[in-house]
């Protein structure tokens, strides 16, 4: 079972555009929504995170959206640069969950060009 | 900055044999955590360890494999008969609580031949 879908695969913007990646989730307790940005040969470090009781976060150029009744949320990632370039999952955890697990989209590979 | 550690970065062995991966959490953190990401696939979760022992574990986390923290620093997965379907990155994951960030490892990337 696919809790945590995301699209898309791989993205590829030019320097100073939009990046845009889609999360949806299916379990409606699901209460924390992080995203994690992966570069090749390090682990997932934390980038932004959400609660649903907001509707957007931002933080510098990253701005999560959120959408509870869609159960969908999205990473925007303003003004791209090179060192933008990086695998970025999202995940979605349960509070009620004791042991913090995460489930984890996919991942999507971005490439910022210079 | 305090960094969860794994070792090795590359593993490679043959089916049937034993393997341990070696993570070193961060070390004020009390819980921690095996994900696994098989190539092109998402992260997905294996284990969570507490207080010396298992809470919680994943339906992948099937016999073949097993937790361990032997020192007040180390803790390691053990996969005791390693088949092809192994093969994936294995990333350590540590916090100081369930409901604070998660520290990630670079990853050990496992290779079954």
């Known amino acids: 079972q696919q809790q945590v879908k995301q699209s898309p695969q791989s993205l590829i913007v030019q320097k100073g555009g939009i990046s845009i990646i889609n999360c949806a989730y299916e379990n409606t307790a699901f209460d924390y929504f992080p995203w994690y940005q992966q570069f090749p040969g390090k682990g997932p470090a934390l980038l932004i995170a959400i609660r649903p009781d907001v509707s957007e976060k931002k933080e510098g150029r990253f701005t999560i959206s959120f959408n509870k009744s869609a159960k969908q949320f999205s990473l925007h990632i303003m003004d791209s640069q090179p060192g933008d370039s990086a695998t970025y999952f999202c995940a979605a955890r349960m509070t009620t969950d004791s042991w913090g697990k995460f489930q984890f989209g996919a991942g999507t590979q971005v490439v910022v060009t210079p | 900055e305090p960094e969860v550690t794994q070792t090795p970065s590359h593993q490679v062995t043959q089916m049937g044999q034993e393997v341990i991966l070696r993570c070193v959490p961060i070390?004020?953190?009390?819980?921690f955590y095996w994900y696994r990401q098989i190539l092109g696939q998402k992260v997905e979760f294996l284990v969570s360890f507490y207080n010396n022992e298992i809470s919680e574990k994943s339906e992948i986390f099937d016999d073949q494999f097993s937790v361990e923290r032997p020192d007040g620093s180390n803790f390691t997965l053990k996969i005791r008969s390693t088949k092809l379907e192994d093969s994936a990155m294995y990333f350590c994951a540590s916090n100081p609580g369930p409901y604070n960030e998660q520290f990630f490892g670079p990853g050990t990337r496992l290779t079954v031949l």
């Open positions: 070390s004020n953190h009390l819980y």
